[in-house]
Each structure stands twice: as C-alpha cells, then as structure tokens.
C-alpha cells in the first residue's frame, strides 16, 4: 500500500525540522505553503520603537518571525552585526517556538527574563516530546495572558511587535489593566501562488485509489487562504473531495475556522511539532489499512462517515493495530454511485428482457410487445450514450481552456518573475558598485587617518623636545614674520617690535650662547631705529580725497558761464556798497544820470554772458558729456593706481601715475577754480610725502640666528 502523504501549509523555509521528522517516520511530506512571509511594508514605526527599547516594561513578540524581523531591525538601528538586547526589559513569548527563537539569539534565561505560557520552554513537555497531559497545553495569548502580572504593568509602557492584522485580544487586555500598549508591525502575511508541480500534485492525492494524505493547518489565515485557492484552482469536484481530506490542527480556533468553511474532518493534535508529529503519526497509524465502521471519530472535530461510504471489497483487511494506537476514521470516501446507468447495466437490461420473453408463438400482439420494449431499450441506451458522450466533451473542453488559461497566468509569472529577478541582478549590481565605492573611500580615509596619526607623532616628537629648542624656534619664527612683514608694507615699527621682543625673551634666558644672536639683533634694532619716518598713510588718505572730489571738478568744455566767481561776487558787493552810497545823492538830483545807471547794468550784464579766455587745447572745449564721464573715470584709476604704488613701495609708478593724473586735470579741467586747484596741491602735498627710503633687513639677525641653531 503507498506510504501516506503529510501536507505541510506552514512558510517556505520555516517546515524543515518538521518536514524532517515526518520523512524520518516513514511519511511522504509535500510542502504547500498557504502564507507567504515578507517584511512590512513600512518599518518606520518598527525602528522608532526599537530605537527606544529600553524604556518598555515589557515587549510582546507573537511569533517567531516577529522575533526575526524584529531583532534584525534592531541590529540595524544599534549599528550592529549582532542585535543586543537590554537586559532590564522583559520579553514575552506564546509557544516554544518563539522560546527556541530568541534562544537562538542569546535571549534566554537566566540572563534574560522571558515570560512564556507554561510548557513552553525548551526542555517542556510539547517540544520535544508532547508529555502526558500534552493535548491540556495552550500556546496562544489566552495562555501567556495567565502568566503575566497586570498589576505590575498598570501605567507602563508594553510594546507588542506582530504581523499585519491577526487578534489584538492581549493588547485589549492589557489596556484593560492599565498598561500603556504600543503595537508595531515587523511583517506582513500574504497569499502566496502554488506552482504548478504543487497543485498537479494536489490533484493526484485527490485522484480516486490515491494514497491516503492529511493537511497540516497550523493557523487560520492559511485555513481561509487554502479555501480561496482551492476554489480558484480546482474544479468542484476536486474541491468537494478537498473538503473531505482528514485535516490536523493544533489549536481549537483553527479547527473551528475549517470546520466554518466546510472542511468535514478534523483531527485535534497537541501543541508543537512534537504534538504534529505525534497526530501525523496516529493518523498514519489508522490508514495503514481500511479503518473499521465501528472506529469513532474525534469528539466534537470530524463528523462520522456517511453510510454510503463503503469499502471496495478487494481491498484487504484491515492490518492488527496495537492497544496503545489510537485509529482515526478513514477520511477519503469512495465513489458510490454515478448519476447515469453504466453501459454494462444497459446491456445487461435487454438480456433479462429477452429471458424473460414469452415463448414464440404466443400470438401476434405478444410476440410485437416485446420487440418494441427491446427497440425502446436500445434507443434511450443511446441516447444516454449520446449525452454522456457531449458531456465529457464539453467537459473535457472546460478542462482544456481552464489549463490553458492557467497556462498563459503561469508564462505571465514566469515573465514577471524573470524580469524581476533582473531587476533585482541589477541592484545586486548597483549595490555592489556603491559598496565597492564606500570601500575605496573607507580605504581612502584609513590612508589619511594614517598620515594623520604620523602627523601627531611628529608633534608629539616636537612637543617633547628640549626648551632651548622650542624658544630658539619661536624666536625665529617671530624674526621671519617681522622680515616678511617689512618687506611687503615697509612697517619699520613692527619689525622693530619684534626685535626687541626677541632681545627681551633672550635676555630673560641668560644664557652665553645667546650673546652672538643679541648682538645681531641690537644691531638690526639701531638700524631700524636710523630709518626716517614716512608718512606713507598720510600721502594714501590725500589721493583718496582727491579721489573723492573728481566728480566735482568743473571742466573747461562744461563751464557754466552765468556762475560768478568769488571776486566778481566781492567785485559786485563793492559796486553795490557805491551805489547805494550814490543813492542818496541820485535822489538828492546830484548823482549820474538814469542813462549812466542803465549803461553800467547792460556792461555788466553782457560781461557775464559773454567771456573771453585763451585755452591751449582747443579739445579740452569739444568734450562731449560722455567723453567727459569717461575722463573723470580716468583720472580716478590714475590716482588709484597710484595709491596702490604708493603703498607697495613702487616709486616709479606711482609718480609715473600721479604725473599723468595732474597733466589730465590741467590739460581739460578748469584751473582756476578753486575746487581743481584745491585738488592739485593734494597731489602736490602726496607727492612730496612720498619720499623714498631704503628699509633695512633683518639678515644679520637670521644669519645669527642660523648660527646658533646648527651649534
């Protein structure tokens, strides 16, 4: 007889210890996953609570791939290869295999405190091998719930990490106690896509004389998920017998859930593989031939088997079962009867017929009786043919176009799954990429957290150096920036600050080797002392208000003729200060005459509409608006350019620049206003500042110094 087959729902990947035990025990096992385990869609919320773990009084995980999900998670925002757990907080757990889980991981007692129903620790009763009272055990939040302290958790905070949807009859407990409950999501279950080998294999364990097969419901979700496939997939009959296969559940919830969905044999099994093992095991017992009819079935689960369900009789007895074993009801039931006659019973119609003809020669009317019942007999025979023979077609057309669409959905997987997997290779790549790119990098700074380590070194081995060393160091450092500084600006005054700071600091020391070095300085002090004082600033802040008086300089192609100037303006007062000392005498009658008055007014007045002056240039007169813009701009980058000169120490240019300055002013400015005029002697005043002094270097003091160091 063909060994029976185990089908195992639980999700790729999280069977293969149970998957091995079966195997061991002589059971063919098929794996059928009914959930499909991912992480959440969005973890944000898992991070954030993982990131403030310490401060939860308790964390809740529900399953074992909450606790994967969950610590991986954690290791990620700790920055770690490994997760840590805080040892203050506590974790609770529902079924020993969540205990074996967070063992895995280093979370277990004494170390640790996890709280877990009782028979769920490693060593207990339903893991290894279910105990005596293994069917009284309950791994599930009713049971963790009466291991919990409420009163201990009024007010503080319970973290309960889970799975997309499920039952939140523990969080609502809680609350009810007075804890503060957070629940986050670490996973999500999803309905997964048998493949074709999986479910051409299901048809064939549901094919009539097929080796008996048991499912392994572990939880309801798959219970419902298996209802939904099954009536997308399958074909009402398939389906019908579906719901007749002898079903193994460890928890009454999930027998009730298949039971509601018409799932007509339930086998009750204790919690753990352990307790699978064991039911697998006593159903396997009882198929090892036909079950008797006086076999009862579990309490309350498995409905008895209809009276039409009977038993082939070339099927053998039924094999001797010892005392201890427990038989279950035979769960696949046999074809009874088919809703039209077999051919063979047709056939065998008008044979009996034809025996229990009247003899020949009965007379007419009985003799023409029963050719016409035979001829009717042989009509509706094929008739019946006929029909069954259009519905098989019709059947076995249905059949076709459901494969082939089911056909066309898988190459459209396939299709999407290879492109994904494409997708994937290419971010495989890409990732690989980056992370060749931070190892280059992460070398890149290894390098110079190097050199910078060699770089400390040298200070370090410079700080430890003697005091002699470090002061003769400072002082040259201080004597090279003085140099410097007076070479570029020419401030005399600093680099003589600096020598005599270095004389100070030497004459602090006391020291004999430093006597050569004083001396150098004292005379580099004497010669710096020597150099004259120019006011270089000085000469700077008058082109700069020459600078600014460009503007307003009046030229000689825009004067405005109608202005007076200050001695026409006193010329007039005294005319007016005559006049009215004339008044009187006009109106005595002994004053000039009114034509004599009119005559002075109309010579006045022409003498300021109309001058006469002699200019060397004629173009200074044919200057437009624009020309004399750009001309004042000009002279403002002469006299810049000569400021600059001036405060680089370059004679040559500066007096080059300021000459040209004074020649444009001259040449198309009105010179005798006050303003150019003004103007003119701050250039002259800045020219004659400007005086030319020969600084002196500090090369006898750095020559001592050199000295000294190589000593």
Known sequence: ????????????????????????????????????????????????????????????????????????????????????????????????????????????????RVIAPAGANANGPGHDEPGPDAEALRFDSEALWAQLDPAALAGKPVLIIRGNGGRDWLGDRLREAGARVEAVEAYQRTLPEPTAMQWQAVRDNLRPGAAPHAWLLTSSEAVRNLDVLARQHLSPQEDASLRQVQCIAPHARIAEQALALGFAHIQRAAPGDAGLLAACLQWADGHAGPAPSSTPAPSGLAPAAPPQATVPPAVSPPAAVPATSTKVERVTQETTSSPAMPPGAASAHPAHSAQSAPPHGAGNAGAGRPAARRSAALWAL????????????????????????????????????????????????????????????????????????????????????????????????????????LQLTGNVQVALAALQSADARLARADKPQYNLLRRAIARDVARMKAVPDTDLTGAAIKLDEAINQVDALPLLSSERMLERSEADARKGAAANGVNGASAPAAANGTGPGWFTRFWDYLREE???????????????????????????????????NARLALLSRNEPVFRNDLAAAQAMIGRYFDTKSRRVQGVLTLLRQAQAGAVTVQLPTMSESLGALQALKKE
């Not at 040298?458 to 700080?463: A, T």
């Not at 002056?613 to 810049?640: C, P, Y």
């Open 382 to 485: 094929v008739a019946v043919l006929v029909v069954a023979t259009a519905g098989g077609f019709w059947w076995l057309q249905q059949r076709v176009d459901h494969l082939t669409g089911e056909l066309a959905r898988r190459q459209q997987s396939n299709d999407a799954l290879v492109q994904e997997s494409r997708v994937l290779t290419r971010n495989a790549q890409d990732t690989v990429k980056e992370l060749q790119a931070k190892v280059g990098a992460l070398e890149n700074q290894v390098g110079e957290t190097r050199d910078k380590q060699v770089a400390l070194e040298q200070v370090y081995q410079d700080l430890m150096r003697n005091r002699d060393d470090w002061e003769i160091a400072e002082i040259q450092q201080l004597l090279t920036s003085a140099g410097q500084q």
């Open 606 to 640: 022409l003498a300021q509409v109309i001058r006469i002056r002699k200019v060397d240039d004629a173009e200074a007169l044919l200057l437009s608006g624009d020309q004399g813009w750009f001309l004042r701009e000009n002279v403002k980058l002469r006299l810049l």
């Open 1 to 112: 007889m063909p060994r029976p087959t185990v089908v195992v729902t639980r999700p790729a990947g999280q069977s293969r210890q149970l998957t091995e035990a079966l195997q061991g025990a002589g059971l063919d096992v098929l794996s059928f996953p009914l959930l499909a385990i991912g992480p959440a869609a969005d973890d944000a919320p898992l991070r954030a609570a993982l990131a403030r773990l310490e401060t939860f009084a308790l964390v809740v995980f529900v399953s074992p791939n909450a606790i994967a999900f969950a610590l991986e998670a954690l290791a990620s925002v700790q920055g770690m290869a490994v997760a840590r757990w805080p040892a203050p907080v506590a974790v609770a757990v529902v079924g020993p295999a969540s205990v074996a889980a967070l063992a895995e991981r280093g979370i277990a007692a004494p170390a640790y």
